[in-house]
Nanobody, 125 residues
Framework: QVQLVESGGGLVQTGGSLRLSCAAS????????MGWFRQAPGREREFVAA????????YYADSVKGRFTMSRDNAKNRVDLQMNSLKPEDTAVYYC??????????????????WGQGTQVTVSS
């Protein structure tokens, strides 16, 4: 089992910034893919960003490209999501997730095996 704990959410005005962190513990593996998803009330859970612990590629949803940056700290088993130029439409609960490496898409929520509790991000207009 893997435990994931998000932190860093809060209330920010349009154009502001927040940095989310996800701490992983338990039976973590270098083969895990780490992802960020978000979900607003009444909407489907939406892919935000994903990376592997060792690979060079980082994937972003089109809606956040150029504004959000995902990063990793392998020694601390932590991934971060730096969010800049925030917009009201970014308001959602943000979830950290992990999946075992396989052929399934890292952009699809149902393919992930472990989830954090989520942290609320609210962007006021």
């Amino acid at each position: 089992q893997v435990q994931l704990v998000e932190s860093g959410g809060g209330l920010v005005q349009t154009g502001g910034s927040l940095r989310l962190s996800c701490a992983a513990s338990g039976r973590t593996s270098s083969n895990n893919i780490m992802g960020w998803f978000r979900q607003a009330p009444g909407r489907e859970r939406e892919f935000v960003a994903a990376l592997s612990w060792s690979g060079p590629s980082i994937y972003y949803a089109d809606s956040v490209k150029g504004r959000f940056t995902m990063s990793r700290d392998n020694a601390k088993n932590r991934v971060d999501l730096q969010m800049n130029s925030l917009k009201p439409e970014d308001t959602a609960v943000y979830y950290c997730a992990a999946k075992r490496t396989n052929g399934l898409s890292s952009r699809v929520a149902k393919n992930y095996d472990y989830w954090g509790q989520g942290t609320q991000v609210t962007v006021s207009s």
